[in-house]
């Protein structure tokens, strides 16, 4: 039996209308362009609604924005090989110049009925995938820096004067260089933020992070370890240049003159300094040594900076 669709479908021109009706309902642009020419052959509605009539242009002047000529990251050498044959699908993520949207782009080379060779590509919409990843990405980078950052001053925490002293100092042993390590615990501060209160507290932390992150080189880790407490560790430097630092350091920190709401707030740090030559002692160690030459300090009046050889 055979009624009037049969006839339909079997003749030329019905497939074709049904593979248009076809390309015609897919969510995604398909275009055919000659490879030659860039003339476009083929743009199925989804492309027409995005980007126009095809109007005897070429690929280039339907889907690009301004150019004067085929776009420079154009792929069609990329779909033959040096004897002309079809490479097969490329895949491809790119951001149209005309409506700033990403696409995954899927191209090929294949043979046009005339016998040409032809560039045909399926794209589809992934800004939405696109912005998701973007988010990911500053969001994972966020974590990543709080889990390394002290959130009141911004210094590296504990954790990442561990994670990145440790490579600083395999790195000194390895070259044969020193290593030095200042620890600072700021002086009665107990007292600051019982005269001023815990927010004006936190200012004073900010600016005595402030005068370290002044006063240290790139390769150098200023770091808050832990309420006044904090240290810097010193790649490639001496006993004597550190111990000369932390001298700085103290008579930057005693020089501050803080205006918190009006009031002026000055404060002092006692420093120990550790220095290991070879770059031989660990981070614990250095720790450790640092904290004897504080505890020194501290004994023998505050605001003063006191050493200790890290062997
Ligand atoms: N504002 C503020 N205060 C903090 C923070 N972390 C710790 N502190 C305070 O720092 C003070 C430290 O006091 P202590 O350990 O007694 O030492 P100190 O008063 O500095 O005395 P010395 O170290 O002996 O000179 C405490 O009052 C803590 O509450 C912080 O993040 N912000």
Same mark, same amino acid.
């Given at each position: 039996m055979s009624d =009037? &669709?049969?006839?339909?479908?079997?003749?030329?021109?019905?497939?074709?209308? +049904? !593979?248009?009706?076809?390309?015609? &309902?897919?969510?995604?642009l398909v275009y055919v362009a000659d490879m030659q020419t860039h003339e476009l052959l083929f743009l199925n509605a989804y492309g027409r609604a995005e980007w126009g009539e095809i109007d005897n242009r070429k690929c280039w002047q339907v889907l690009q924005? #301004?150019?004067? #000529?085929?776009?420079?990251?154009c792929n069609n050498a990329m779909?033959?090989?040096a004897e002309g044959a079809a490479t097969g699908v490329q895949v491809w993520e790119f951001r149209n110049t005309r409506n700033n949207r990403w696409y995954q782009c899927r191209d090929q080379a294949i043979r046009w009925p005339d016998g040409r060779l032809v560039r045909i590509e399926i794209a589809t919409d992934i800004t939405d995938l696109k912005d998701l990843q973007t988010q990911l990405t500053a969001a994972r980078l966020q974590a990543e820096q709080l889990a390394n950052? =002290?959130?009141?001053? %911004?210094?590296?925490?504990?954790?990442?004067?561990?994670?990145?002293?440790r490579s600083a100092i395999e790195q000194a042993r390895r070259q044969g260089h020193p290593v030095a390590l200042i620890a600072l615990d700021a002086d009665r501060f107990k007292r600051i933020n019982d005269c001023y209160g815990h927010a004006a507290g936190d200012v004073v932390l900010k600016a005595l992070a402030e005068v370290l992150r002044s006063h240290t080189? *790139? +390769? =150098?880790?200023?770091?808050?370890?832990? %309420?006044?407490?904090? +240290?810097?560790?010193?790649?490639?430097? #001496?006993?004597? *240049?550190?111990?000369?630092?932390?001298?700085?350091?103290? +008579? &930057?920190?005693?020089?501050?003159? !803080? =205006?918190?709401?009006?009031?002026?707030?000055?404060?002092?740090? &006692?420093?120990?300094?550790?220095?290991?030559?070879?770059?031989?002692?660990?981070?614990?160690?250095?720790?450790?040594?640092?904290?004897?030459?504080?505890?020194?300090?501290?004994?023998?009046?505050?605001?003063?900076?006191?050493?200790e050889v890290c062997r």
């Open positions: =009037d &669709s049969d006839v339909k479908t079997d003749s030329p021109d019905a497939g074709q209308t +049904a !593979i248009e009706t076809v390309l015609d &309902s897919l969510d995604a924005k #301004g150019q004067k #000529g085929p776009c420079t990251f779909l033959v090989d950052e =002290d959130a009141l001053t %911004g210094l590296a925490n504990r954790r990442a004067l561990f994670a990145l002293g080189r *790139a +390769a =150098d880790i200023a770091a808050r370890l832990g %309420g006044e407490e904090f +240290a810097v560790l010193l790649p490639a430097t #001496g006993l004597k *240049a550190a111990r000369d630092l932390a001298e700085r350091l103290r +008579a &930057s920190i005693e020089a501050l003159d !803080i =205006d918190y709401r009006g009031q002026r707030i000055q404060m002092t740090c &006692s420093f120990g300094v550790t220095a290991s030559d070879s770059g031989s002692a660990t981070l614990d160690q250095l720790l450790n040594a640092a904290d004897l030459a504080t505890y020194r300090a501290k004994a023998g009046g505050r605001n003063r900076v006191e050493d």
